[in-house]
């Protein structure tokens, strides 16, 4: 047979205007997951195939929401003072530097923006009540945050720029908790340890959990021998070896000053078996030497000191490492606000903890505010609506174990980021986030706490894909940028500022 170009190229463009015209003949199919899928539909099977609108790429998204955004981003700039600017802190060298002067709040200038395009907070019916009490709080002499999230918080990002805003507001010096043993680099505290140290997380699917299951309240333990239960295992505490083990703390030179200013210095431990000596050197000057309490309870040791040590040395010796939960850096008075980061934690961990031993620790910490930030872990994998219900449950009942072991502390719940996933050859928001947003906020305000979306102030539904052409989050379309990280802590800051300075 006699093959010509002229028919071979004939043919071709026969063959594409059919599977052209095919396209107006399939249909967009709504899957069980909430997610859409072109073709056709053959026996209860669809065989996927392009919709003329997703070939011709026609769909449209309105980016009235997302240019509103833009329109704060754009002069988010102008409300960080110079100094407070975390790009610029991570390739500087900066000394410590004692703050003496009288503590001055600074106030950010509204006039700025246009604060009626901010994500506001929502809270429960009783708001003004709600937010009186949340100013006490943050106004004690001595107020406790804790931070709890998953990986968008990790190594204290935004939980280093709220930190930062509500010092500046309220007074308050250092970065808070910081564990021992670290899988990832945190900005607010420079950490090194000596061999042996090992890390346990409550949230960790790689390792089973301690029996005891006392993971404090930080969920995290270090230990620098392995974990034996000296009656229960039938230990023979003459047949172990003596072991010594350390690790060294600083001020971290990429973070703000005020995190790099910290004189309370606290050690929490637990579930010591066995004798533990306990050293701790201010610049190679012992400044403190104890033996650890064996009754197998939570503990502090607690150390002030006139200034900020430049490098602080703890240094252990023990047949049998204690739990150690990780180390407080806090100023004297003022905002203290601890990153309790869990990568890959739907925040659903709590209730399954040691009850006795979280609360132990709560009442020495005595948090003022809870702050929680989860639910993008579970997006990938809820498949009805009937499964994001059944996790908003799981998680109040988790929210509210913690809440029980407060002195009335104000609750925060942060929500998740837009997230999106491949969609007929397009990134698009995962269909069951936008009822996820909205059922985490009425899960909420029907138990007393706060709300702030994330995902309405990125711009709602497919804004992702802007954030991360503008550089703002990364290519896994889930994580902010180290810019959009700042960028969202800022209107966080800022929903939470307008509310409290309402009624002044």
Not at 407 to 427: H, K, Y
């Amino acid at each position: 047979m006699n093959y010509s170009p002229l028919k071979i190229c004939f043919s071709i463009c026969i063959t594409l205007l059919i599977l052209l015209g095919i396209t107006y003949l399939s249909s967009s199919n709504t899957l069980p997951n909430g997610k859409s899928q072109d073709g056709f539909a053959v026996l209860g099977t669809t065989i996927k195939y392009p919709t003329s609108e997703s070939f011709w790429n026609t769909e449209s998204t309105s980016k009235e929401k997302i240019k509103a955004v833009d329109s704060i981003v754009n002069n988010i700039e102008v409300l960080v003072e110079p100094e407070e600017d975390i790009e610029k802190l991570v390739i500087e060298e900066a000394p410590i530097v004692e703050e003496k002067k009288a503590f001055v709040p600074k106030i950010p200038n509204l006039s700025k923006i246009d604060t009626s395009k901010i994500e506001r907070i929502t809270y429960p019916k009783n708001k003004d009540e709600f937010i009186s009490q949340l100013k006490a709080h943050l106004t004690a002499s001595k107020s406790r945050i804790i931070h709890y999230g998953d990986s968008q918080i990790e190594g204290d990002r935004m939980s280093s720029y709220i930190r930062n805003k509500l010092q500046n507001l309220y007074g308050g010096n250092g970065p808070g908790f910081t564990p021992i043993a670290q899988v990832y680099e945190n900005i607010s505290a420079v950490v090194t340890t000596s061999e042996h140290w090992t890390r346990h997380a409550a949230f960790d699917p790689s390792k089973k959990r301690f029996a005891h299951k006392k993971y404090g309240a930080y969920t995290t333990l270090s230990r620098f021998t392995p974990y034996y239960d000296i009656v229960a295992d039938s230990i023979n505490s003459d047949t172990l070896q003596l072991v010594k083990a350390s690790f060294t703390v600083k001020p971290s030179t990429k973070t703000y000053g005020r995190m790099r200013n910290y004189t309370t210095i606290g050690f929490h431990y637990g579930n010591a078996q066995l004798p533990v000596n306990l050293k701790v050197f201010n610049s190679g000057s012992l400044i403190k030497e104890t033996e650890l309490n064996t009754d197998g309870n939570y503990h502090e040791i607690e150390i002030n000191l006139p200034n900020t040590p430049a490098i602080l040395t703890f240094e252990l010796e023990s047949k049998m490492s204690p739990d150690i939960y990780g180390i407080t850096l806090d100023g004297n008075e003022g905002i203290s606000l601890d990153n309790v980061a869990m990568r890959g934690s739907a925040g659903t961990i709590f209730a399954g903890l040691n009850s006795e031993n979280f609360a132990q620790m709560y009442k020495t910490l005595d948090p003022k505010v809870l702050i929680f930030q989860y639910g993008g872990n579970s997006v990938p994998y809820v498949k009805d609506s009937l499964e994001v219900e059944q996790y908003t449950r799981y998680l109040k009942n988790h929210i509210n174990w913690v809440r029980r072991k407060t002195n009335n502390a104000s609750v925060i719940f942060i929500g998740p980021t837009d997230m999106t996933t491949t969609e007929n050859g397009q990134m698009k928001t995962y269909p069951l986030l936008p009822y996820l947003n909205h059922t985490l906020r009425e899960m909420c305000n029907d138990n007393n706490i706060a709300y702030w979306s994330t995902f309405n102030a990125m711009g709602g539904e497919n804004s992702m894909q802007h954030w991360v052409d503008q550089k703002l989050a990364g290519s896994d379309y889930t994580h902010f940028s180290l810019t959009g990280t700042r960028i969202i802590s800022e209107l966080f800051f800022l929903s939470l500022y307008m509310d409290l300075i309402h009624d002044e």
